[in-house]
């Protein structure tokens, strides 16, 4: 097969690749699902503040536009497309939280 040429070991030998050291995540924990877990830590807080300086800078813009009907329009698109990553935001957040209390593991 064509992962074999990456890959030591024979077709269905299991071969140990060992972590790099200093290589913790989450309380010595070194998968992908606690790499992702302290991942989310930092995304969500920086998506909401991306997402309050898109509504800040969008409502500036509909303010300074004077009446112009094409920067209104660029504006109000910007506010509406700034409020769908809102409730995308929001919901994929307690999904999180939610799966987190169904299947009991920690990711937030």
Known sequence: MFYQLFLPGKE???VEIPYPEGFKFSGGQSTLGAVVSEALKYLYPL?????????????????????NEEQMKKASSMLTNAIIGFVILFVSFWLMKLLQFVFGFQVL
Request: charged share 5%; proline share 0%.
């Open 47 to 67: 998506a909401g503040l991306i997402l309050f300086g898109i509504i800040i800078f969008a409502g500036f813009q509909y303010l300074t536009s004077a009446g």
């Open 12 to 14: 269905g030998e299991q």
